[in-house]
């Protein structure tokens, strides 16, 4: 087939891939076993654990989409990564950006307890001193990019060299930035991962996770532990991401517009101490000046839900030191930047001015409530 630009492999994923009745759109297969047509013969698919039909219409495209040989739906974003560490035995070492999704942090720290993975955690904003930090055991750089929640891009070209270098898998969390505006892969890293749960799905109504791999032995490697394991992607959640990924290009055109709009508008509320947004993506955190105000913020807005994920078509307000990096000790997430005046916006679709409205409008209530209604030095 001819190549497709990405827009046009998104809008048809999975289009007419049923010749029988010519169903526009792909089909749900639901069945677990597939009749074999003779003794040592299969249609290429046997049992839904190993492979299923609209599973594979996922796998196939998302594949192309982040430019690698193959992909791996599972049963979430950390089943995914789950199913990169199967690549890892006792001793491998991971070095891991010290700001990096909490639920992640969680399941490295139980690799390290359980099976002996060392993971350090180091600022991954000087390449020469995570260089230094390599080992004769160390198997993997894990980078998040941008970070989460303090949204610091690292450079993954120079990332993708030193891991070459040094003989070491560069393994990145995409799921912040998208293939939309980010192809790891092409910058230089074997494997990709993803919440698919987040702007993949793009609609909170679906748990999923996906990895993608370049060369044969890794793809080889994951696929056999993906088959071996089995937390793999149910066929209507995988039909649910494939019908996400149509709009995706569309959807985070409009998140980023959005997010550079409220960006530069909290950058002049006066309740606001500080806006981290790296100029692209939807996503962007802030510093209130006085943690007091968090509490009767979150209580004030209206269309901004407080609720803990991303990605999706509506705005959501995450408070990370009690949501998502809770499982990180107190002491150690204050020493990385996450305190309590820290707010993580997902910036959703909606319209700008009404976002912004919602905003101002529970920042001047917040202020009353906390008998603050004079604007704060800076
Ligand atoms: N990676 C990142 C960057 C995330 O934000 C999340 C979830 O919030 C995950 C992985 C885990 O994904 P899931 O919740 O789909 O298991």
New binding site residues.
């Given amino acids: 087939m001819t190549k497709r630009n990405t827009s046009t492999l998104l809008a048809q994923l999975g289009n007419r891939t049923d010749p029988r009745t010519g169903a526009v759109n792909p089909p749900i297969h639901l069945s677990t076993a597939y009749e074999h047509p003779g003794l040592g013969r299969s249609t290429g698919f046997d049992y839904a654990r190993t492979k299923n039909p609209t599973r594979a219409l996922l796998e196939e495209g998302f594949a192309e989409l982040e430019e690698g040989d193959a992909a791996f739906a599972c049963s979430?974003?950390?089943?995914?990564?789950g199913l990169v560490l199967s690549l890892f035995r006792p001793g491998d070492g991971i070095l891991a950006p010290e700001d990096l999704?909490g639920?992640?942090y969680r399941l490295f720290e139980h690799y390290r307890r359980q099976y002996g993975i060392p993971v350090d955690y180091l600022p991954f904003d000087d390449p020469s001193e995570v260089e230094r930090s390599i080992t004769a055991g160390t198997k993997a750089l894990f980078i998040?990019s941008p970070t989460?929640p303090l949204l610091q891009e690292i450079d993954l070209e120079i990332y993708g060299k030193i891991a070459k270098k040094h003989g070491l898998l560069l393994i990145v969390?995409n799921?912040?930035y998208t293939p939309i505006l980010q192809k790891p892969i092409v910058l230089g890293a074997d494997i990709v991962?993803?919440?698919?749960?987040?702007y993949l799905g793009g609609h909170n109504d679906v748990?999923?996770?996906l990895v993608v791999a370049k060369g044969e032995d890794l793809c080889g490697q994951l696929a056999a532990h993906h088959n071996a394991e089995g937390a793999v992607l149910s066929p209507f959640d995988s039909w649910l991401v494939i019908r996400g990924l149509k709009t995706l290009p569309l959807r985070m055109r409009q998140h980023e517009a959005n997010a550079r709009e409220i960006a530069e508008r909290l950058r002049s509320e006066p309740s606001v101490k500080e806006v981290l947004y790296p100029g692209r993506g939807g996503m962007l955190s802030l510093r209130v000046r006085d943690p007091a105000l968090v509490a009767p913020l979150l209580e004030n807005l209206e269309l901004i839900a407080f609720a803990?994920?991303?990605g999706g078509v509506e705005t959501f307000i995450t408070y990370p030191s009690t949501q998502?990096h809770a499982d990180i000790p107190q002491k150690e997430r204050t020493r990385r930047g996450i305190d309590d005046s820290l707010l993580r916006l997902s910036v959703g679709i909606e319209d700008a001015d009404d976002l912004i409205a919602d905003l101002a409008r529970a920042f001047e209530l917040a202020r009353q409530k906390i008998g603050n209604t004079a604007v704060p030095a800076t």
């Fill in positions: 979430s974003g950390m089943a995914a990564i999704y639920g992640t998040e989460n969390d799921t912040f991962v993803h919440s698919a749960t987040k748990l999923a996770g803990e994920s991303l998502t």
